[in-house]
């Protein structure tokens, strides 16, 4: 049997905004060929995890600084310590990859292995992470390029809206256009980082490094007003795991790299973890080495620019320029993997069904969009200040990692009693007995305690800065989740055929006609009803006193009444409170009373405009009517569109000297 290719979308004449803003459509055959390679999969998955060296060394000094300047020594063990897990999850995670091939990351290792609550628990914490994502990356991004362009300060609301209305446009051209798009900052922001560690590594050991001058005192928080305590020393830690946002990201978008994925995407993640470490280690021996402090007005990295290069230096300004850049950028990670995790719940019934639906570039616009919405909420609300965000973020982000380990430990539990060659498929996986699960159940149990503990901090010692309102959100977005799926099982249940028939109408179809005036789009209507061979009668509401006279006129002219009064007649309704929808159902309760059975057919006209700010200057009631209507059994509605732009010109006067014997087939008579 011969395949036939479907025909190519054609272009229409003249310039086309949409397409020339979100490109040409593509075909849904060319899904694989949008697939990423490594280079491209690193910008676009671990800018997040990248960019989160630009901060969290900076919201380590944030909580030192409130036991003195002399605390900040302890910001080198807080660091290794956070490496040290960083390593624990990457190989995690690597294990993740390579156990679930189809992506889906936390959500789908919950569900799998710890059941439905814990997985709505791990994506709603996703979820949340990744709007938070977003917002914080950009609110940092501005931070960082105003720290050199202090005339931007006062607008950096403004600066970092405009930032996710760019971004949301972008990637609603695709992921593959977007990941080529944002690959250049990144790798921008990584030569630029690389190039002062390097600098600075060379002035430390010709004793050139000096400290940096600070402007002003400190405007962040009072120094010295706390003592060196384990309180303090948790805060610091779990203020500098912000470093591990994004490390998931690659584990739920394996499907967008290029085959092997799961092979690609480990290798991908391995990178992305090893660039990581070198930069948070070196950022944080560099800003405790030139006595970089937190402040508003300007960020640490602009301080230990300032100190490698000197203030004003052209690479001064690169490496500002490279860090708001890739903090900027950092937010595509969440517009790659908040679609895809919100299709997953889609999916699965627990957010609506339009999450599911890709758009005319094969990327699933309704995820992007409403992140870029709820994004653009927060910065606007938190007024694009990080250190007010900050609070907000790491907690979902600790969650899903909590729940993705331990959902590991339970799936290689279960491969201690399995033989060689033995496997079992689940929904999700495919299990293999190997020998080594009692070292990857280590790996993963280690993750889940250490990850569920920085979760618990961040919620004691930030609780009362913000965190309680994702404390509360989490529980609150599970709640909403299982009442959609509630909706979408009862909705099943009730359209399930069982064996049971629904209760049949064998009467005649009887249609009213919804007639405002009598012109062409009216002839059309009655062209319609005598199409279909049954009994029909039309109806005018009449809202002005005295108009129902001139449509009676037109109607008994150009229409008139069948032999018999079966077909044609025009009944006049009167609504002295100018109502349309009352008058309209009590008439149709009245014929369905006299009906006994069968169906009411409602055919309702609707004018067809070549723009669409043409079609908003007409009123456009059909759709007041479908929804008035829709409740009522035994009634259907039938829209009859007449279109304008086919409407010749001489055909504008010929309803001035139509007669009845010129209407043709839409008379009754005919």
């Known amino acids: 049997m011969a395949s036939v290719n479907p025909p190519q979308p054609t272009s229409t004449q003249g310039f086309n905004l949409g397409r020339a803003v979100f490109g040409e459509p593509i075909a849904t055959r060319d899904l694989p060929h949008q697939a990423i390679s490594n280079f491209i999969g690193l910008a676009v998955f671990a800018s997040d995890a990248l960019s989160s060296t630009a901060y969290a060394t900076e919201q380590i000094l944030v909580v030192l600084v409130a036991a003195g300047s002399g605390a900040f020594s ?41 059941g439905e609550l814990p997985a709505q628990i791990a994506g709603a914490a996703l979820l949340t992470d990744y709007v938070l994502t977003v917002a914080v990356s950009i609110a940092s991004g501005v931070a960082q390029i105003a720290s050199g362009f202090h005339g931007l300060q006062d607008y950096r609301v403004e600066f970092a809206v405009a930032v996710i209305i760019v971004m949301t446009v972008v990637n609603l051209r695709g992921v593959k256009e977007s990941g080529r798009v944002f690959a250049v900052p990144t790798y921008f922001f990584l030569i ?26 400190p405007d962040q928080i009072p120094i010295g007003m706390e003592s060196l305590g384990l309180f303090l020393l948790l805060r610091a830690f779990s203020s500098g795991c912000t470093a591990l946002t994004g490390v998931e990201a690659i584990s739920n978008g394996i499907t967008a790299f290029k085959d092997p994925k799961s092979n690609n995407a480990a290798i991908t993640l391995t990178w992305m973890s090893g660039i990581l470490i070198i ?80 758009g005319a570039r094969l990327v699933f616009n309704w995820g992007i969009l409403i992140l870029g919405g709820l994004a653009t909420l927060l910065v606007v609300f938190f ?40 496997e079992i498929k689940t929904e999700s996986t495919t299990l293999r007995y190997t020998p080594t699960w009692p070292r990857q159940i280590m790996i993963s149990a280690i993750g889940a305690i250490v990850t569920g503990i920085v979760m618990l901090v961040f919620i004691v010692t930030k609780f009362t800065e913000g965190a309680w309102f ?80 001139k449509v009676k006129q037109k109607w008994d002219h150009y229409v008139g009444s069948a032999p018999g009064g079966q077909n044609g007649e025009l009944m006049i309704i009167e609504s002295p409170f100018r109502r349309l929808v009352e008058p309209l159902q009590d008439t149709i309760r009245a014929e369905l009373a006299e009906m006994n059975d069968g169906y009411l057919n409602i055919i309702l006209g609707h004018l067809v405009m070549d723009t669409y700010w043409e079609q908003a200057l007409h009123q456009n009631s059909q759709m007041i009517f479908d929804l008035a209507l829709q409740n009522m059994e035994r009634v259907v509605v039938t829209k009859v569109s007449y279109q304008i732009h086919h409407l010749r010109p001489s055909e504008t006067q010929e309803m001035h000297t139509l007669t009845p014997g010129d209407v043709g087939p839409v008379t009754p008579h005919a």
Not at 387 to 416: C, D, E, H, N
Not at 487 to 504: C, D, K, S
Request: charged share 10%.
């Open 279 to 358: 930069l948070f280690m070196g950022f944080t021996l560099l800003a405790r080495y030139v006595n970089a402090m937190p402040s508003y007005s300007e960020t640490v990295i602009s301080q230990m620019a300032r100190a490698v290069f000197g203030n004003g230096s052209p690479m001064y300004f690169i490496i500002l320029i490279g860090t708001g850049l890739i903090l900027l950028m950092a937010a595509n990670t969440s517009y790659a993997d908040f679609p895809r995790l919100a299709a997953l719940h889609a999916g699965d019934g627990f957010l609506p069904r339009q999450f599911t639906f890709k």
């Open 470 to 549: 994702v404390t509360l959100l989490i529980p609150f977005l599970v709640f909403v989740f299982f009442r959609i799926h509630h909706h979408y099982e009862n909705v099943a249940h009730r359209l399930r055929i069982n064996g049971h028939m629904p209760v049949r109408h064998s009467g005649p179809v009887k249609s009213l006609l919804l007639v405002d005036n009598v012109h062409l789009g009216t002839l059309a209507m009655v062209d319609y009803a005598n199409a279909m061979n049954s009994s029909w009668k039309a109806i005018h509401i009449e809202v002005n006193p005295g108009s129902a006279e």
């Open 74 to 114: 302890v910001a080198i063990p807080i660091a290794l310590a956070i490496a040290a897990l960083l390593i624990i999850l990457t190989l995690s995670y690597r294990q993740t990859i390579h156990a679930y091939p189809n992506g889906g990351g936390a959500y789908i290792v919950a569900r799998d292995n710890l």
């Open 383 to 422: 007024k694009a200040d990080t250190s007010a965000l900050i609070p907000l973020y790491a907690i979902g982000v600790f969650l899903s990692f909590t729940m993705s380990q331990t959902g590991m430990v339970v799936r290689t539990w279960k491969l201690r009693n399995m033989k060689p060659g033995e």
């Open 192 to 217: 630029a980082a690389f190039i002062m560690l390097i600098v600075a590594s060379y002035q430390y050991l010709t004793g050139h490094l000096v400290p940096v001058v600070m402007s002003s005192i």
